[in-house]
């Protein structure tokens, strides 16, 4: 007999998913739109904020799909959640975006804190035996918590997109300095001096 939290978490996971890719591919779309060059620090910042978030979220998940034990299946979602959090922080530090990225972790942080409210509420029971209502409840935070996450690692990528829009214009070439001169001049009727100058 399938449990009641089942299906609530397999359409949270699907949920998150396919939102999650539509963003990435959004963006890839834009960067494309843009002709941009290859950007290897931003191709490196997306993949280890989809690493870090990919391996908590497969671990977490695992956990609290295929175990019948309530406190391995809290277990279970915490780790996904906090490596979804702190997969924005990562892949900013790729670029040294240290604030940015802790920025960016506010909100799967928040939606973190709510999901640990509901299991000391709940206890082991969340996933099992929690009334539907609260198991939308704990899925629209996990969700939330996923969709945060990944718009975060999809701004680290664009790094080097803002290095170049914030550096500082190139100064204009520097012009020739005023200067003057005095020659002499001769010719068959006699002589003279010449002026002249540039300002």
Request: glycine fraction near 14%.
């Amino acid at each position: 007999m399938a449990r009641p939290g089942g299906f609530s978490l397999v359409m949270t996971a699907a949920t998150a998913t396919i939102a999650s890719c539509a963003v990435s591919v959004g963006a890839a779309g834009t960067a494309r739109a843009d002709d941009l060059p290859p950007d290897p620090r931003g191709a490196s910042a997306l993949l280890v904020g989809a690493g870090v978030a990919g391996v908590s979220f497969g671990t977490g998940m695992t956990m609290t799909g295929t175990s019948g034990d309530g406190f391995v299946q809290n277990a279970g979602i915490v780790i996904a959640e906090t490596g979804l959090v702190l997969a924005p922080i990562a892949a900013h530090a790729v670029g040294g975006e240290w604030k940015r990225g802790f920025f960016f972790a506010l909100a799967p942080l928040a939606f973190e804190i709510g999901m640990l409210v509901l299991i000391q509420q709940w206890g082991e029971r969340l996933v099992t035996l929690a009334p539907l209502g609260t198991q939308y409840l704990y899925s629209a935070m996990f969700t939330g918590t996923v969709l945060s996450s990944a718009v975060g690692v999809v701004d680290a990528s664009f790094v080097s997109r803002r290095a170049a829009s914030e550096a500082p214009p190139a100064p204009p070439p520097p012009s020739a300095p005023p200067h003057a001169w005095v020659a002499p001049m001769f010719d068959r009727n006699g002589g003279g001096i010449e002026f002249g100058g540039f300002l």
